[in-house]
């Protein structure tokens, strides 16, 4: 069977996307300012992660300190993943970078909760983004992962600030939980390219009070 790594999910930091029942795919999804009373938000948006991100295999571990994403989000849910900047990365092999290609991704988030747990899910799919891939360069070697023949989604969990159940306790923002995400190891090294890795990173997101501004101050809330 293929292996697969997750270092690409890394970055998403972003970024995020878990299987949707027949019920909650019957819900509808609304984006809206602040609380589930608020108005509906469409715009930009920014994502940052909260602590750091990191990538573990048998015997391989690696870790990036910030990540930075940006896009789009209308308030029905379809979004756009624009930009994503990784920073301090470390590998096995010394100082790392990860290098999101074939963007602007599409995905789409979705009121989806479940009990004791998320609210919504981000997901991208690779018929919608089939050049997408992550570049990660780890000292003399250079590795790409992507969607492949086993790896053909990627599903984000996403939590309200007011979700007992979120991931980053101290903060009342939109977060999202990468949780065991994978890619498919599209190219490189058999040996030393690690694969089979999985990836964790929990990150807050935000939208703009003042459209256009790129000054990222207002909570976001995901409902019906």
């Known amino acids: 069977m293929k292996a697969h790594l997750k270092v690409g999910t890394t970055a998403v930091a972003a970024l995020t996307v878990v299987a949707m029942t027949a019920t909650a795919a019957l819900a509808t999804t609304t984006v809206r300012r602040d609380t589930s009373g608020g108005a509906a938000y469409s715009g930009n948006y920014q994502i940052l992660n909260v602590g750091p991100m990191t990538v573990t295999a048998s015997g391989f571990s690696a870790s990036c300190t910030g990540a930075d994403l940006r896009g789009t989000l209308t308030s029905a849910g379809a979004g756009t993943l624009a930009t994503a900047n990784v920073t301090g990365c470390t590998s096995p092999f010394g100082a790392a970078t990860v290098t999101f290609q074939g963007l602007p991704a599409t995905g789409t988030l979705t009121y989806a909760p479940v009990a004791g747990g998320r609210d919504a899910s981000l997901t991208f799919t690779k018929a919608a983004n089939p050049n997408f891939k992550v570049k990660a360069v780890m000292g003399l070697l ?40 994978s890619l498919d190891k599209l190219s490189g090294s058999s040996l030393l390219c690690p694969s089979g890795a999985v990836a964790n990173a929990n990150g807050e997101a935000r939208g703009e009070v003042t459209a256009g501004s790129g000054v990222f101050n207002q909570k976001l809330y995901v409902g019906p």
């Open 142 to 181: 250079t590795c790409y992962y992507g969607f492949g023949t086993t790896v053909t989604s990627l599903t984000f969990n996403v939590f309200n600030g007011t979700n007992a159940n979120r991931p980053i306790p101290a903060s009342t923002q939109l977060q999202g939980a990468m949780q065991n995400a």
